[in-house]
């Protein structure tokens, strides 16, 4: 089972900033904040990870919690094509992925 | 460069037929995933291949279902006697290393009648 909780649904206004909440509640040491996202009828695909900074690159932006048990994605200026269900998971950079039920964005003109 | 492919896109087959899932990983991915999407769920985990290693089978539902992995190439997901519980998308995603992100394919939507 998916150890990640997430809000089941997000609005997100064109051009806007679409900020992603995620709780780790039970994230251990080893583990890595992974998130992906699937667009509708597509496999998903690998966004951005951090263990403990904040990271940056051309897709998003991740920010984490000091106590590592919440993070949060941002999309600083989504796009229609942003529309996806977004998943965070924790991740011990070995084997399986478990997904849980994600948060479903949709950015709206 | 070339993504991860799956093929067929679909499949359509008879209750108790058995069918083959093929996946070309990326070209040096030494890591090799398997999933199932029923509709409206999440991602399942089936079965993992890591270079020479053996595989972990420990999400394969049953039986039925077997993967195979030629080195570090194509793999085959194989259903024996397909239920209609099978029908979903198969995905299947490789990484460079077990450590490294997944890349997904496509996937194979399987419809079983």
């Known amino acids: 089972d998916a150890k990640t909780t997430q809000p089941p649904s997000m609005d997100c206004a064109e051009g806007r900033a679409a900020n992603l909440p995620c709780n780790h509640s039970?994230?251990?040491?080893?583990?890595?904040v992974y998130w992906y996202r699937q667009i509708h009828s597509q496999g998903p695909q690998y966004i951005i990870h951090g263990l403990k900074n904040n990271e940056t690159n051309e897709m998003a932006s991740l920010i984490i919690t000091e106590d590592r048990k919440s993070s949060t994605l941002i999309l600083p200026h989504a796009t229609l094509r942003d529309t996806a269900v977004y998943y965070c998971?924790?991740?011990?950079?070995?084997?399986?992925?478990?997904f849980g039920q994600g948060t479903e964005l949709s950015v709206k003109p | 460069g070339a993504g991860v492919s799956q093929s067929p896109s679909n499949k359509v087959t008879e209750k108790g037929k058995d069918v083959e899932l093929r996946c070309d990983p990326i070209?040096?991915?030494?890591?090799l995933y398997w999933y199932r999407q029923r509709l409206g769920q999440g991602l399942e985990f089936l079965i993992y291949f890591q270079g020479n290693s053996a595989p972990d089978k420990s999400g394969l539902p049953s039986d039925r279902f077997s993967a195979e992995r030629t080195g570090e190439s194509v793999s085959t997901l194989t259903i024996q006697r397909t239920q209609q519980e099978d029908s979903a998308v198969y995905l299947c995603?490789?990484?460079?290393?077990?450590?490294?992100?997944?890349?997904f394919g496509p996937g194979t939507r399987l419809t079983v009648l």
């Open positions: 039970t994230i251990s040491g080893n583990e890595y």
């Open positions: 998971i924790d991740y011990n950079q070995g084997g399986k992925l478990i």
């Open positions: 995603a490789s990484s460079l290393q077990h450590d490294n992100e997944q890349f």
């Open positions: 070209s040096g991915h030494t890591a």
